[in-house]
């Protein structure tokens, strides 16, 4: 395969001009495989970023990672806001520094369903002997995970079976590339970026998102113009309204290709 973007089959051409050619300023992104691959940050992936934030285009990271991750990221990657654990907030870094949280739901009911969290967690622990939480779990905020593919190699059959126990529990549960997350309430991803984009004043229709696999699908549904880095298809039939275009390249590697086709728009 080659370095540009092709379309996919829904589409009628074949390949994208290496001219973007759709008016962009703003790119919603998922982390895990879409910036890293292979659980690593690629040197062209953060000097993409890094090329993106010095013309004018932002780069907001939409992602399941724990609150603790988040911050770290905002602390250190050429990015000024980060949407994590699966939609749970937003944080904002202002121009002193300082990082501003923005919550989807309410401290006490954040506070109820992390009581309702732990006993499902419990639940789920004896249920699957298999499953193991995540080693960032303590720096979790709203959500519970569980590692499927970080630290511990689990099958996809498994997780979508320990994903489906917590559902019929009624929570909500999203099996990613590495991760199960699993939360209480009404968010996902979208509905907080779309109030990212609401409370920045960002124009709808000059956003676009790049990501990876299933627990983007509320992403790929919600704009117009979505991005899967190559590693996205073997689970395009998982996904309602799969991605318009599909990177050759994989995760990071796949971002920094779409930002060379989004700078030559750009320029």
């Not at 010095?54 to 990672?65: D, E, K």
């Amino acid at each position: 395969m080659g370095y540009g973007i092709s379309v996919l089959c829904v589409i009628s051409t074949l390949n994208l001009p290496s001219a973007f050619p759709h008016q962009a300023t703003l790119v919603f992104t998922d982390v895990d495989e879409t910036l890293t691959w292979q659980g690593r940050l690629p040197v062209e992936t953060f000097q993409a970023l890094f090329a993106l934030q010095q013309s004018g285009i932002r780069v907001v990271p939409v992602t399941g990672a724990c609150a603790g991750w988040c911050e770290c990221m905002l602390r250190t990657w050429p990015i000024d806001s980060i949407i994590g654990e699966n939609g749970a907030f937003y944080i904002d870094r202002d121009k002193t520094g300082k990082l501003n949280y923005t919550f989807a739901l309410p401290q006490a009911e954040r506070e109820a369903n992390k009581h309702q969290l732990l006993q499902l967690q419990q639940n789920v622990l004896q249920q699957f002997p298999i499953a193991q939480l995540t080693t960032d779990q303590s720096f979790r905020l709203t959500d519970m995970a569980f590692d499927i593919g970080q630290d511990f190699q689990m099958e996809r059959s498994a997780a979508q079976r320990i994903a489906e126990f917590c559902r019929a529990a009624g929570a909500n549960a999203k099996v990613g590339p590495i991760h199960i997350n699993v939360w209480l309430g009404q968010y996902t991803k979208a509905s907080t970026s779309l109030d990212w984009l609401s409370h920045h004043n960002v124009a709808y229709e000059n956003t676009v998102f790049c990501g990876d696999s299933p627990n983007d699908d509320s992403m790929f549904a919600s704009f117009p113009i979505t991005i899967g880095v190559a590693n996205v298809e073997p689970f395009l039939d998982e996904i309602e309204k799969p991605p318009t275009y599909i990177t050759n390249r994989p995760g990071g590697f796949g971002f920094a290709d779409l930002a060379a086709s989004l700078l030559h728009k750009a320029t």
